[in-house]
Nanobody, 125 residues
Framework: VQLQASGGGLVHAGGSLRLACAAA????????VAWFRQIPGKGREFVATIRSTGGRTYYANSVEGRFTIFRDNAETTVYLQMNSLKPEDTALYYC???????????????????WGQGTLVTVSS
């Protein structure tokens, strides 16, 4: 599965961005999709995920209430709407996909075998 992430950019604190993750050649149906982020020198941090069955969503505490993950009706693109952005949200954002992990593991990067390239989000203060 090839993924293409887009939508990153430079925004002032309090602003919004929408990231998109598109699957090349096939829909996401049957797969969970997650967003992770990474800053230099640190590991990948879980941000949000949407399950393939029922579309249930889960978020990191740090973004709960500010970010929303959703997918289009054709299930070819998953979005991450980011509102009320903070400087600490600055990172390289990655999308990833795979079969639905068990709930206790949804925040683990190793549960998602397919990754897109990152898209850089920079939030200025």
């Amino acid at each position: 599965v090839q993924l293409q992430a887009s939508g990153g950019g430079l925004v002032h604190a309090g602003g919004s961005l929408r990231l998109a993750c598109a699957a090349a050649g096939r829909p996401f149906s049957g797969y969970a999709v997650a967003w992770f982020r990474q800053i230099p020198g640190k590991g990948r941090e879980f941000v949000a995920t949407i399950r393939s069955t029922g579309g249930r969503t889960y978020y990191a505490n740090s973004v709960e209430g500010r970010f929303t993950i959703f997918r289009d009706n054709a299930e070819t693109t998953v979005y991450l709407q980011m509102n009320s952005l903070k400087p600490e949200d600055t990172a390289l954002y990655y999308c990833a996909t795979g079969s639905n992990p068990i709930l206790s593991s949804i925040r683990s990067a190793s549960m998602y075998p397919y990754w897109g390239q990152g898209t850089l989000v920079t939030v200025s203060s």
